[in-house]
């Protein structure tokens, strides 16, 4: 039951069940310069900032944890007691801990290309509109339009009916170039504050992209966004469940369209409702080293699911 690791801290954070007196509307969504990626925003807080912030001139590691049972429903009231966290094998103490509702970025792709005709493109478009309604006013998304280009309809902004406005205007046009917009949607939304996320629906059906599968898995290593893949096609490509383990996403085969409104929906309420951990590796870092350590949570309960991203890249 791996867990699910994610971006940095926004500036307006629920104060719900933060532990070890810190109150997450003090903190900033910098990022120490030049040292990780993959998730994973360890910060060196200084000592001139207000008081109640995690520990001064320490490297902390942050991992998102979504927790569902086993109808694929969120979790909550988990307690810092309830997890166990290691890293390359090793028990790291949780030093702070988060539960509740954060700030998000997310990026929804859609694929528009002929593959699409019929009905699939109008029950995307449906899905894309139920996901968006499902968010929380001050959350922020944005729209990319799958084609032989990939397009950004929508910009990031908590404007809603432009994105739907965005969504309403798509038809079907040009061949599915999915890896190349796996890169830039991640491209796209890796700049934007809080907890970041990409939303895909496509058939999974590539053609003519520059990059490669493994080019578009390897942008996902080095980026700190969670990816819930969506596939519309009779079979869903081994990428899709891939992409998702890899960064903390979940992924879905939609075999009754009926269903994926709801299934859209169900990804919202998932982003809602998460954990956040803090440590201190127990190994010192070295800058510079590009070594991957991976990272393992499990929840003391049983009947539930963890997801996470599997680790992060020292740079």
Do not use: C
């Given at each position: ?239 899709f469940a891939e ?39 127990s190994r010192p ?31």
């Amino acid at each position: 039951m791996l867990l699910a690791l994610a971006a940095a801290w926004g500036t307006d954070l629920s104060a719900r069940q933060f532990s070890s007196g810190v109150n997450p509307r003090q903190f900033s969504s910098e990022l120490s310069a030049g040292q990780f990626s993959s998730g994973v925003n360890p910060r060196q807080f200084s000592s001139e900032r207000s008081a109640g912030q995690f520990s001064s001139g320490v490297n902390l590691v942050e991992v998102y944890a979504s927790v569902t049972n086993e109808r694929g429903e969120a979790v909550t009231g988990l307690a810092q007691g309830d997890f166990e966290l290691r890293e390359n094998g090793e028990v790291q103490a949780v030093s702070n801990f988060a539960a509740g509702e954060f700030p998000l970025s997310v990026a929804v792709g859609l694929d528009r290309s002929f593959s699409m005709s019929g009905t699939r493109l109008p029950l995307a478009k449906s899905a894309a509109r139920a996901f968006l309604e499902e968010l929380r006013p001050q959350d922020e998304s944005m729209v990319l339009a799958i084609g032989s280009e990939v397009e950004v309809v929508a910009p990031l902004s908590a404007d809603r009916a432009r994105q739907f406005q965005a969504l309403a205007r798509l038809d079907p046009f040009g061949t599915t170039g999915l890896h190349d917009a796996i890169i830039r949607a991640i491209d796209e939304v890796q700049v934007a504050k809080g907890r970041r996320a990409l939303v895909l629906l496509s058939d999974g059906d590539d053609r003519y992209s520059r990059s490669s599968a493994a080019g578009a898995l390897d942008r996902a290593r080095r980026a700190d966004v969670m990816v819930f893949p969506v596939a519309l096609g009779s079979t869903r490509p081994p990428l899709f469940a891939e992409l998702a383990t890899l960064t903390g996403g979940r992924s879905f085969h939609a075999r009754d369209p009926a269903k994926l409104g709801e299934t859209l929906r169900a990804i919202a309420r998932e982003l809602r409702e998460q954990y956040l951990l803090g440590y201190t590796p127990s190994r010192p870092l070295a800058a510079g080293s590009n070594e991957w350590r991976s990272i393992a949570v499990t929840v003391k309960r049983p009947g539930v699911q963890v997801r996470a991203r599997d680790g992060y890249l020292v740079r």
